[in-house]
């Protein structure tokens, strides 16, 4: 098939780093002595959620851009709420809200800050990697502060829901058996409003 750009291939791509980070990530539930089927479910999750975000995102990614007779330009939008529309901000909130949902299970002491930041992080990072593609080579995606902003916004409301099922005594308990702190860890750390002698908020497994 003829590949005029040179588009990278995505799931030869894709799929070795998503393999690679779940390994990663069963390798630290070992080590701590934390191995359980949910966690590792957990870890699976985070897994493909990753891999499916980068190729969404990323990519394509053409090696050979377009010859408009002019030098090629990164596209990048840094005015907010500018020439953009409510699809795309529905669906780039769709796609952080399962990471507004993974991340508690991963923190000893998942507080909204913490998850808003994380996934602010996130988002910066993609935006950056967006903008990287379209400058080195050819990318097929804008860099949008509006993406970013959206991103944050499916973070949060990704934590709220997470929140209301722990409300529910039922899902507490399924939901504590997901949690890579521990049953115990985490409700002891979630109801310290103190601070004091808290120990650092970690990844954990």
């Known amino acids: 098939m003829d590949n005029p750009f040179g588009a990278l291939p995505v799931l030869p791509i894709v799929a070795p780093l998503g393999l690679l980070m779940f390994l990663l990530l069963l390798g630290r539930l070992h080590a701590r002595g934390h191995f359980s089927l949910p966690r590792a479910a ?5 897994s493909i959620y990753a891999a499916g975000v980068i190729a969404n995102t990323v990519f394509p990614i053409f090696l050979n851009a377009p010859d408009s007779g002019e030098p090629w330009q990164p596209a990048v939008a840094l005015v907010p709420f500018a020439d953009y529309e409510i699809d795309d901000a529905l669906m780039n909130v769709g796609v952080f809200l399962p990471l507004g949902m993974l991340i508690p299970l991963l923190l000893t002491r998942p507080t909204c ?6 996934a602010a992080g996130t988002s910066l990072a993609i935006e950056l990697a967006q903008f990287a593609a379209d400058l080195f080579f050819a990318g097929g995606h804008i860099s949008d502060v509006n993406d970013f902003l959206s991103n944050v916004a499916g973070g ?3 934590y709220g829901l997470f929140v209301a099922a722990t409300r529910v005594p039922a899902l507490t308990r399924l939901i504590d058996r997901f949690r890579w702190a521990g049953t115990r860890d985490a409700r002891a750390h979630a109801g310290d409003r103190s601070g004091v002698g808290a120990p650092a908020d970690t990844l954990v497994g």
């Open 113 to 118: 800050a913490r998850v808003v930041l994380t």
């Open 156 to 158: 949060a409301i990704g």
């Open 42 to 46: 957990v870890a699976l999750a985070l």
